[in-house]
């Protein structure tokens, strides 16, 4: 039940991001249009923001981020959900939604390359080329949502994968070498 309240909500939230940004949005016009009372909103999420991340991690939770058929397919979802994305991107907010995402993956690759290599920490440079890369993916990814309606998903992702710095290419495709 908890769950499908969470997706009615963020249903909500996504229909109103169509008209307006998300600072404009207030948790009262969310409540409102989902027909539901605020403690119910806050019981769920702590406010818009964290309703948006969600929303997003929603789809990234479901992605295998060194796979480029999983990443592109993601990508193409993002453009099914253009205006979601395009508002969650643009968002100037005090902690822009691009922040959240950019931990979510600097986290995900962290954790992954611990796992394949059996370590539970990894040493500084690693830990700063996994920042590196997850910065310019984020941000290449805001520039393809926000600026590119050419170029295919697979494309942008094969090319983010060959742009990975060497040392993480050989810890996430190891395999493929």
């Not at 249009?33 to 923001?49: Q, V």
């Not at 058929?69 to 099914?80: G, L, P, T, W, Y």
């Not at 805001?142 to 942008?156: G, M, S």
Request: proline share 3%; charged share 30%; hydrophobic share 40%.
């Amino acid at each position: 039940m908890a769950e499908r309240t969470k997706l009615w909500i963020a249903d909500v939230m996504k229909k109103l991001m169509v008209s307006k940004p998300i600072e404009k949005i207030r948790v009262t016009e969310i409540c409102k249009a989902a027909e539901i009372e605020r403690p119910t909103f806050y019981y769920h999420f702590k406010d818009k923001y964290d309703l948006v991340a969600w929303i997003f991690f929603q789809s990234a939770f479901e992605t295998d981020v060194i796979s480029v058929e999983s990443a592109a397919k993601s990508m193409n979802q993002a453009r099914k959900d253009f205006i979601f994305y395009e508002r969650a991107y643009e968002d100037k907010s005090q902690t822009p939604m691009w922040q959240y995402i950019l931990e979510y993956f600097v986290e995900r690759y962290t954790r992954a390359a611990m796992e394949i290599l059996g370590r539970d920490t990894l040493e500084t440079q690693l830990r700063y080329s996994i920042r590196l890369y997850c910065y310019g993916a984020v941000g290449m990814t805001r520039e393809w949502i926000l600026k590119d309606k050419i170029t295919p998903a697979e494309t942008v992702i094969r090319m983010m994968f060959n742009s990975m710095p060497e040392s993480l290419r050989q810890i996430y495709f190891q395999k493929e070498q």
